[in-house]
C-alpha cells in the first residue's frame, strides 16, 4: 500500500497502523475461531469425527506422507464441516454497512433513499432458522447434498458478499 498510487494523504502512518491490524486479525482471529469450533464438534460428535476419518482416508491412505491439497478440497464432508464450521464460528459479528450513493434501494415494500447505510450482521444470517434449520446445532450433514450446498452457499456470509468479499476466501 505504502508504495501504491494511493493519494499520500491515504498513507499515513494511522492509516497503516488500521490496514495492518486488519490484514493480521482478518488471517488469524476468524481463521482460529471457525478451528476452535470445528475442533470443538468434531472431537464431541464421534460420528462427524469417524465419517471425516474415514473420508479423509480415501485419499490419504498413508498417514505419513501428506494428502494432495487437489484430492482434499474435493472431499464433500471434509468440506462440509469446515462450511458448518464457518459459519457458526463468526469472523466479524459487527454489522457491515453498504449504501447505494446515487440510486433508490428497492427491497420488498421499502424503499432506501441513496446514500442510507443498511446492513447485517453474519451472526443473523447464520442464525436464521428458515435458512439454517436448528442454527445453533453443528450439522455438517446440511452442506452434503450439492443441490441444498447450493441454496445455502447464498446465506453463507462468513466472508461476506459481492464486491466487498474477503481477498482471502481462498
Not at 27 to 47: A, F, I, K
Not at 56 to 64: F, L, Y
Not at 108 to 125: N, Q
Amino acid at each position: 500500500m505504502y508504495s501504491s498510487e494511493l493519494p499520500q494523504s491515504e498513507k499515513s502512518p494511522y492509516r497503516m497502523r488500521c490496514e495492518a491490524i486488519q490484514f493480521v486479525s482478518a488471517g488469524t482471529d476468524t481463521v482460529s475461531n471457525s478451528m476452535h469450533m470445528l475442533t470443538y464438534h468434531v472431537v464431541e460428535q464421534p460420528h462427524i469425527l469417524q465419517r471425516l476419518r474415514d473420508e479423509i482416508r480415501a485419499v490419504q491412505p498413508d498417514s505419513s506422507q501428506p494428502a494432495p491439497l487437489r484430492k482434499l478440497e474435493q472431499l464433500p464432508y471434509l468440506t462440509s464441516v469446515i462450511l458448518e464450521a464457518l459459519r457458526l464460528g463468526y469472523g466479524v459479528s459487527t454489522r457491515s454497512p453498504r449504501s447505494a450513493p446515487d440510486r433508490v434501494i428497492k427491497y420488498k415494500d421499502w424503499e432506501i433513499p441513496p446514500g442510507t447505510p443498511v446492513g447485517m450482521t453474519p451472526v443473523l444470517m447464520h442464525q436464521n432458522e428458515e435458512k439454517f434449520p436448528e442454527p445453533e446445532k453443528f450439522n455438517p450433514e446440511r452442506w452434503v447434498d450439492p443441490a441444498e450446498r447450493q441454496r445455502l452457499d447464498k446465506y453463507m456470509v462468513a466472508f461476506s458478499k459481492g464486491t466487498r468479499q474477503c481477498a482471502g476466501i481462498k
